[in-house]
């Protein structure tokens, strides 16, 4: 049997120009490829492009249907994800912290109303769980900014 492995996510988007801007200084996404206008194609690592946008004119996502719940992005420390969360609410990017015992995660839309994570996993850290329960704790803005 073959093995797969999600290989990128595709996104329609209003505004492309926006849309690349948002992502290259949010999630430091390089853009490899763009047709102008229509398309454009990105990556943090060596793969061609780990998300694409396309320009699509369409109304924004409906909140909870059936489909696309959020789009993740890992983040190797505790330290990165203060300086992600950082980053966003200084710019005044609405955010919603959650603890989820076995990784912190930072959720917001992005221009279009896609909702987006930043994620850091923490099941090694102390207070850590090798497995999601099912609970959440808060997670205020004191305790992600004591890790940066």
């Not at 454009?40 to 719940?69: N, R, W, Y």
Request: aromatic share 12%; proline share 5%.
């Amino acid at each position: 049997m073959f093995r797969t492995r999600i290989g990128h996510a595709h996104l329609f988007v209003r505004d492309l120009a926006r849309s690349v801007a948002f992502y290259r200084r949010y999630f430091n996404l390089a853009v490899n490829e763009e047709i102008p206008g229509q398309t454009a194609f990105l990556s943090g690592g060596d793969a061609h492009h780990e998300l694409a946008l396309t320009v699509l004119e369409a109304p924004a996502p409906a909140e909870k249907q059936i489909g696309l719940f959020h789009l993740a992005f890992n983040v190797d420390s505790k330290a990165d994800f203060a300086e992600a969360y950082e980053r966003l609410h200084d710019d005044g990017v609405e955010l919603s912290p959650v603890d989820h015992v076995i990784g912190w995660g930072l959720y917001f839309p992005d221009p279009d109303g896609n909702l987006l994570e930043i994620y850091c996993d923490t099941r090694s850290a102390p207070d850590g769980r090798a497995y999601w329960e099912g609970k959440n704790r808060p997670l205020t803005q004191s305790t992600i900014m004591a890790a940066r």
